[in-house]
Structure formats: C-alpha cells, structure tokens
C-alpha cells in the first residue's frame, strides 16, 4: 500500500500550490484523507482531512480559510489546495489514510502514510 504526496515547491508570500495524493494498492473511496505538515524541529500537525464521502472537511485554525482538502471518489487520488500561503506553511506535507476523521486530526487516527512534498513559502 502507498500513499504519494506530489505538488510541492517553492512559493513566494501569498502564492497557492495544489498537493496531490495519489494511492496505490488502497482505495481511497473507502478511506477518509488526512493531510500533515512538519517543520524542522516541530511535531508532525494535522493540517486537514476530508471523510469518506468527501462531503465534510475539517481544517486546522492556521489553514482555515486559505486551504481546502478534496477527495474525487473513483479517481483515488485526494488534493489540497492551498493559497495565500505564508511563511510559516513552509514544510514537508504528508498524506495519510484512514477510516475516519474528525475535528480532532490526528497522527495516531492515521494508519496508512505517504512520502512527503517540500512546500517552501518566501517572504
């Protein structure tokens, strides 16, 4: 099973990126998709995830407003759009899957992982 983060890059102050999940060998259409960052020397964070009908989204306080999570069912791929990005969005983001998600978006909900893309935001 595999899970791969794609889109990262670098942006300056206010850009957007769209992050991309693509899965393998696991069905997203039965998976909710949880998106992660971590900066250097910081804790892994819950960023967003959408449940398995992609019909609800929950966002951290950070990324409330400038980010939405999507998941297309039968495409097996989940994205994150994000703009008006800031410096502090500068980290490796990860995908993650699982079979439920909530308000509460954490690692430990999360079975199933991804490799991470680098998003760097100038200022």
């Known amino acids: 099973v595999q899970l791969q983060a794609s889109g990262g890059g670098l942006v300056q102050a206010g850009g957007s990126l769209r992050l991309s999940c693509a899965a393998s060998?696991?069905?997203?259409?039965?998976?909710?998709v949880g998106w992660f960052r971590q900066a250097p020397g910081k804790e892994r964070e819950g960023v967003s995830c959408?449940?398995?009908?992609?019909?609800?989204?929950y966002y951290a306080d950070s990324v409330k407003g400038r980010f939405t999570v999507s998941k297309i069912n039968g495409k097996n791929t989940a994205y994150l759009q994000m703009n008006n990005l800031k410096p502090e969005d500068t980290a490796v983001y990860y995908c993650?899957?699982?079979?439920?998600?909530?308000?509460?978006?954490?690692?430990?909900?999360?079975?199933?992982w991804g490799q991470g893309t680098q998003v760097t935001v100038s200022s």
């Open positions: 993650a899957a699982t079979r439920w998600c909530g308000v509460e978006i954490a690692t430990s909900l999360f079975h199933t």
């Open positions: 060998r696991l069905d997203l259409d039965g998976h909710a």
């Open positions: 959408t449940n398995i009908n992609g019909d609800k989204t």
